[in-house]
């Protein structure tokens, strides 16, 4: 089974912290994602690399950065965390493969709270 | 701008009867659709995919696929009150990276 394990569970920031997100995967995909949930907005997209220090901006990308130093680790960085990031995050991973049967495989979230 | 449309619900169905779940896209040159279940306070969960038009079964879910109307549904038969959850639809187009498009979910319920 993949296992996508995303370091915290639960998370409390202040306002203007550098915050730092971790996932690892552990089925050698080549691509993962940052996504954020909100009541009422669904998943949006963040960040998603396809390759070691590859990265591409999502929906969302202002107030994020992200680092790819190996295939495995994924990480989301909130240069100055604000209120309005309060969220939960979702880390997923895909191989490349066929097009048609590559799903994104779920951490289990982290539900930052930034006060 | 690509999106995915789900009636947000809830859809409440009685147990044991068919649950029937929506999804639109806008993107004609999308590939291959997904369905994922979340359950509250958990991260989404694969329930099953589908690329070609028609039907494709697994146990009690069934995808079903209509390219030409864009619209991709899931059945969920004898439903069971462990199916309450929301079902998210997402949606890889063509030229896509690997990133997938979610619709905001429709929440069911099953009542016992």
């Known amino acids: 089974d993949v296992k996508v394990t995303q370091s915290s569970r639960y998370l409390v920031k202040r306002t203007g912290e550098k915050v730092f997100l971790e996932c690892v995967q552990d089925?050698?995909?080549?691509?993962m994602f940052w996504y954020r949930q909100d009541p009422g907005l669904g998943l949006r997209l963040i960040y998603f690399?396809?390759?070691?220090?590859?990265?591409e901006k999502g929906d969302i990308p202002e107030g994020y950065s992200v680092s790819r130093e190996k295939k495995e680790r994924f990480s989301l960085i909130l240069e100055s965390a604000s209120t309005n990031q309060t969220s939960m995050y979702l880390c997923?991973?895909?191989?490349?493969?066929?097009?048609?049967?590559?799903?994104?495989?779920f951490g289990n979230g982290t539900r930052l709270t930034v006060t | 701008q690509k999106e995915v449309e789900q009636n947000s619900g809830p859809l409440s169905v009685p147990e044991g009867a068919i649950a029937s779940l929506n999804c639109t896209y806008s993107?004609?040159?999308?590939?291959?659709f997904f369905w994922y279940r979340q359950y509250s306070g958990k991260s989404p969960e694969l329930i099953m995919f589908?690329?070609?038009?028609g039907d494709k079964e697994d146990g009690r879910f069934t995808a079903q696929l209509n390219k030409a109307s864009q619209y991709v549904s899931l059945l969920i038969r004898d439903s069971q009150p462990s199916d309450s959850a929301t079902y998210l639809c997402?949606?890889?187009?063509?030229?896509?990276?690997?990133?997938?498009?979610f619709g905001k979910g429709t929440k069911l319920s099953v009542k016992p």
């Open positions: 993107d004609r040159g999308s590939q291959s």
């Open positions: 997402a949606v890889k187009y063509g030229g896509s990276q690997g990133n997938l498009i």
């Open positions: 589908i690329y070609s038009n």
């Open positions: 997923a991973s895909s191989f490349v493969g066929s097009s048609y049967n590559s799903p994104l495989h």
């Open positions: 089925m050698d995909h080549e691509n």
């Open positions: 690399s396809y390759d070691v220090k590859m990265k």
